[in-house]
């Protein structure tokens, strides 16, 4: 899986039909999600995203009768994901979160339970006493998409809140739920008006980001976890 070390600054084109719509910038965070982002851009680079449609799903949120239904804008879906040429097999990324121990203050990166057993020490396991560091109440917080019941099922999707995708309130009801590796920092006017349909039609990743971006050949999980080479 790749890697991205730092950041990267990526910009995308819509349009709707023949229209052309305007541009969204996310800026993808490697000290935050040094995988997410990782696969995230070097989807963007291979332009894996371009001539893609959005379409809407529908999560729900909470559980019993406190229930809510967030409707959230997913952005490159295609089939199972993206198939990685070198395995022949839908790359999957696993559930990638910081969060803040209660007692220490101290931010961690933390990948889910069912990883842990699998990648040993490499995988730091959320608890009860982690919270993540960053919410959904946070405006244009772009964030991996997956399965309904495979947290670590993640491929190409991914999404940010429109303003009625869910109620501010029930918005940190998503916290945990989904890993966050970016951020909108323009055009959040352009996202705001994308609906159902509307096409992805060209992507540009800069050169920095681009530099920032590690694949990985042959580093075990765990090494790319402690950021070794």
Known sequence: ???LLGRAKVIFTFRRNKEILGNVTIV???F????????FVDLCVRNFYNGLPIKNTKKRLGSGSEFDVANLPIFGSFQEGFYDPLT???????LEIVRVDKSTSVPVLS???GLANLFGQASLEPTGEKLPLLSFSIPGLVAMSHPEKNANGGSSEFFALQADSVIDDK????DGEYAPFGYI??????FQKIKPGDILDETFVDEWGQLNLVKIRQSSFSE???GSE
């Open 32 to 39: 935050l999600a040094p995988i997410s982002a990782g696969n």
């Open 88 to 94: 022949a097999k839908p790359r999957r990324i696993p």
């Open 171 to 174: 918005r940190s009801l998503l």
């Open 111 to 113: 990948y889910s339970q």
């Open 224 to 226: 790319v976890v402690q």
């Open 185 to 190: 920092t323009e055009g959040m006017d352009i």
């Open 28 to 30: 993808a965070d490697g």
């Open 1 to 3: 899986m790749p890697r």
